[in-house]
């Protein structure tokens, strides 16, 4: 995709009070007896359980590298797969190792992306060699802020920087810049399908076979769509959250969450419905549930959106557009929403109905929508 190199070229805007913050760093490999395992770390008392095969996707085996987003507890981390064949019956002809690190934001992470390739053929090389490893978490080093302070399980460290703490700040990684025009052009028209599920803070949930480092950014972008930059806006509302790469250790994690964006290589996540509300495979975007099933049908004002879509602007400008509108008519007297309100907000009055009753739920905003039933103009 060659998003990293577009976004560092872009140099995305960076919190001045952001700094690096690595709070572990990790080896794992695959034994063909015990199957994945953390082989080496720092520091060595860390909890990192589960991590060794959040760094390690099902499936990884049938392919040569790979990178991958995930998170853990509230941490999130990046990891660089490889897969090198050796003449070893003990290692049944084939190396696999995952070099990786934690940080308490993954706006940063993907600094590290080239390091972490260059670890990983070095593990698979000279395996049990960490000098370089050593000194890079020396280097890094954070510490994790404890319990008592601004930290708590509602409010996720460093979530976004807080410089721009709207409701909806325009979220920083590492590669979007690059990675929204490659998204628009994979869903094509469907990007406005799962564009109002994003803006109603639904859990979403992308399928994938590896490699899984791609649909780590298609879990990013889906995010964004759901950007907006002005304040005061929904308190109430859950957050946008990209938890990246999951796998059936996170089942628990999942069934308490109400919103989330997540991608998986495992096929049995589709028979757990109860863990998502969307599920997309591929381009195949669908629900399981009758009162979104609405949403799925592309109207007229999609159509016309999708000719004038550009850039990944486009979305929060829409997004403040339809708030800005909502907002003005939820101050009025009359508080009335109109058909011409919603073609002034870029909307279908008939296609996007249920889509904007959804949306006044979500955000509690206070307006009576009188747009005629199509059955009785």
Avoid at 61 to 75: N, T, V
Avoid at 202 to 228: H, T
């Amino acid at each position: 995709w060659g998003c990293e190199e577009e976004a560092e070229a872009a140099g995305p805007p960076r919190a001045e009070a952001e700094e690096d913050q690595i709070v572990a760093v990790f080896v794992v490999t695959f034994d063909p007896r015990t199957g994945n395992m953390v082989e080496w770390c720092l520091p060595q008392d860390i909890d990192l359980e589960g991590v060794e095969f959040k760094s390690m996707a099902s499936g990884s085996h049938k392919i040569q590298s790979d990178f991958i987003y995930f998170r853990k507890g509230l941490c999130f981390g990046l990891a660089c797969f490889a897969n090198m064949p050796v003449e070893s019956e003990l290692e049944r002809g084939a190396r696999m190792k995952s070099v990786g690190i934690l940080s308490p934001s993954y706006t940063l992470l993907y600094r590290y992306m080239h390091f972490l390739e260059n670890q990983v053929r070095h593990q698979l090389e000279m395996p049990g060699h960490y000098s370089h490893l050593e000194a890079f978490y020396d280097d890094k080093k954070g510490v994790l802020p404890d319990s008592k302070g601004t930290t708590t399980s509602q409010q996720p460290v460093h979530w976004l920087p807080s410089i721009h703490r709207y409701m909806y700040p325009e979220m920083k990684i590492t590669h979007p810049a690059g990675c929204m025009s490659q998204f628009i052009k994979f869903f094509g028209e469907q990007i406005l399908v799962l564009w109002k599920f994003a803006l109603l803070r639904k859990r979403i949930l992308i399928f994938s076979p590896p490699p899984v480092g791609v649909v780590c950014y298609r879990v990013y972008c889906c995010c964004c769509l759901a950007n907006v930059s002005l304040p005061g806006l929904g308190g109430t509302v859950p957050e946008s959250k990209p938890f990246f790469y999951v796998n059936v250790a996170d089942i628990e994690m999942l069934e308490t969450e109400v919103s989330y964006v997540a991608c998986t290589t495992e096929k049995i996540f589709e028979q757990k419905r109860d863990l998502y509300d969307v599920y997309v495979d591929n381009q195949n975007v669908k629900t399981h549930h009758e009162h979104l099933q609405p949403l799925l049908k592309i109207n007229s004002a999609d159509k016309e959106k999708y000719r004038r879509l550009n850039d990944q602007r486009f979305f929060m400008e829409q997004n403040n557009r339809i708030f800005q509108t909502l907002m003005e008519v939820s101050a009025s007297q009359d508080k009335t929403l109109t058909a011409d309100h919603a073609r002034g907000m870029g909307l279908d009055p008939q296609g996007d109905r249920s889509f904007l009753m959804d949306l006044l739920e979500v955000y509690g905003i206070d307006v009576m929508l009188v747009i005629d039933n199509p059955c009785c103009t």
